[in-house]
Structures are given as structure tokens and as C-alpha cells.
């Protein structure tokens, strides 16, 4: 079974820190990664893809080891409107499957 | 506007009462998914399609069916709901599977009673 662990969290900063979430995946074959958002009771939004060794989007950095099968993710300069949970995604895709393995998400609130 | 829709987004039913959660997306995606995210447990796929008439089980397909005779529509079924079947649904869409982003609908909150 293709398994996908996170920080449990919750992770509580104040407005303006940096954060990292950490990602661990046992499908060694997995080529793409994903990180999605969820705020609370809301469907799943894409907040960034990781292809190669990493991603980075203004405040966010995502990063790859494929050696030790992990990704992570940072924030930096929090904002309030970053509180939400961050999902680690897994896909598995071709030979006739398509399947996406989510970890079970951290939690994040920024706090002022 | 690029969407993915589910109906209803809210359902309160009884057990053994059959049921059926639509879901259609506007972006011609081939591919389509259904997930169930329950406390503690994350989203676990149930089934996903990756054409008309190509469907296959996710992790969690028991007490579940679906369909995909149109590109569009993904529907999913409980024949005879329980429960344990209590939970928060999302359909998905992508275009090129594994590798591209996932659009997901809003959700259907179901409860079985």
C-alpha cells in the first residue's frame, strides 16, 4: 500500500514567521508531487506542483529529496490568510490506474 | 467558467435508501475521481474514471458504484447507504492524470441516519 505520512501539527505561528511542513512518501516510483490547500469544509485548492528538485512561488518553497522520499514545504512571511490545512499529494498514474494518495493534512494558524 | 459540479451539497438520508451524488465538470477532462475525507482519516479515493466507459476501484470502493457513460458526468451511487457512509465527498477532475492538477467540486456533505 502506497502510504503518505505529514506532521501531524497543529502548527501555531504569529504573523510574519516562517514554517515548514514535511512530507514522507513510500511509492519510490512517484514522479510528481503535489501540495494542496484546504480551508476548513472547503474542497482542495493546488497551491503548488513539485516535478524535479523543487518549486518556489513567492512566499512558498517546495522542496524534493527523492533519495530520502520526502517534500516539504515553506512559508515564509506568514499571513493570516495562510491558516488552513496543507495537504501532501501523491499521484500514481499510467499503466491504467490513476490514483491520488493524500496525506491526512497539517494544520496551520496564523496567529497576530 | 472552469468548474467542477457536485449536486446535492447537502444530504440527510436513511439507511438502505438509494442515493446518487452527481458530478459534472465543464473543462473536458478525461480524467475523474470521487474521494471521501472523514476526521482523522484524510481524502481516500473511492473510484476513478480515466475515460468514458474506463472506470476502476480507489481504496475505499465497498458499498459504492459509478458510472461514466458521458465525458462529463461521473455519478455516484450507494445502493443501499449505511452509516459508516457518513462523510464529506469530493468529485475531482484532470486533464492528464497523475501529473496535472486536480479541479475539485465543493463537496457533498452526506449523512445516513
Known amino acids: 500500500r502506497k502510504e503518505v505520512e505529514q506532521d501531524p501539527g497543529p502548527f501555531n505561528v504569529p504573523e510574519g514567521a516562517t514554517v515548514a511542513f514535511n512530507c514522507t512518501y513510500s511509492n519510490s516510483a512517484s514522479q510528481s508531487f503535489f501540495w494542496y490547500r484546504q480551508d476548513c469544509r472547503k474542497e482542495p485548492k493546488l497551491l503548488m506542483s513539485v516535478y524535479s528538485s523543487g518549486n518556489e512561488d513567492g512566499r512558498f518553497t517546495a522542496q524534493l529529496n527523492r533519495a530520502s522520499q520526502y517534500i516539504s514545504l515553506l512559508i515564509r512571511d506568514s499571513k493570516l490568510s495562510d491558516s488552513a490545512t496543507y495537504l501532501c499529494?501523491?499521484?500514481?498514474?499510467?499503466?491504467?490506474?490513476?490514483?491520488?494518495?493524500f496525506g491526512k493534512g497539517t494544520k496551520l494558524s496564523v496567529i497576530p | 467558467e472552469a468548474q467542477v459540479t457536485q449536486n446535492p451539497r447537502y444530504l440527510i438520508t436513511v439507511t438502505g435508501k438509494k442515493l446518487t451524488v452527481t458530478c459534472s465538470q465543464n473543462m473536458n477532462h478525461e480524467y475523474m475521481s470521487w474521494y471521501r475525507q472523514d476526521p482523522g482519516l484524510g481524502l481516500r479515493q473511492i473510484y476513478y474514471?480515466?475515460?468514458?466507459?474506463?472506470?476502476d476501484k480507489g481504496d475505499v470502493p465497498e458499498g459504492y458504484k459509478v458510472s461514466r457513460k458521458e465525458k462529463r458526468n461521473f455519478p455516484l451511487i450507494l445502493e443501499s447507504p449505511s452509516p459508516n457512509q457518513t462523510s464529506l465527498y469530493f468529485c475531482a477532475s484532470a486533464y492528464g492524470g497523475g501529473f496535472t492538477e486536480a479541479f475539485f467540486g465543493q463537496g457533498t456533505r452526506l449523512t445516513v441516519v
Open positions: 474514471s480515466m475515460n468514458v466507459e474506463v472506470t
Open positions: 499529494v501523491v499521484p500514481t498514474s499510467g499503466a491504467g490506474s490513476y490514483q491520488l494518495t
